[in-house]
């Protein structure tokens, strides 16, 4: 990260920014889907998938400072209109972006503690315990 936040990018490159912050845009929303889906069964993740979601999740959230810093960067210079139009789409998308990563990892920590490796980590009767009392969600049939 601080490769990016030392190296601002020209205004020709504001095209390809904005595409890079609709496709992680686009990533995020649709793993937020899968994970809503997984929060009922966490059990179905393990702890390998967990810690790489949340680091990256979190890289992401550190990324987008640099993404709005170089949006401020190119406000100051002379923009056309297509250019601070597209300019604001990425502030748009990135301030977005961290909505969605915010909820990802809200998941993610609360998913955390269920995964299959803490569950086998259990012995049969603090898994039947933590099971009959709610603490772990019961598996779908």
Not at 63 to 86: A, G, I, P, V
Not at 93 to 105: A, E, G, P
Not at 106 to 122: A, H
Request: glycine share 2%.
């Amino acid at each position: 990260m601080s490769n990016k936040q030392s190296h601002f990018h020209p205004l020709l490159m504001i095209p390809t920014v904005l595409e890079i912050t609709h496709e992680v845009l686009d990533a995020s929303q649709e793993q937020l889907g899968n994970m809503k889906r997984a929060k009922d069964e966490p059990y179905l993740l393990d702890d390998h998938i967990i810690h790489r979601s949340l680091n990256m999740y979190e890289e992401q959230n550190r990324d987008s400072d640099f993404f709005l810093q170089q949006c401020s960067m190119w406000k100051q210079e002379k923009l056309t209109d297509l250019q601070l139009k597209q300019v604001q789409e990425i502030e748009n998308s990135t301030q977005m972006l961290r909505k969605v990563n915010d909820q990802l990892l809200s998941i993610l920590n609360y998913c955390k503690d269920f995964t299959i490796n803490k569950i086998l980590e259990k012995g049969e009767m603090e898994l039947a315990l933590d099971v009959l009392t709610g603490k772990i969600p019961r598996p779908k049939i």
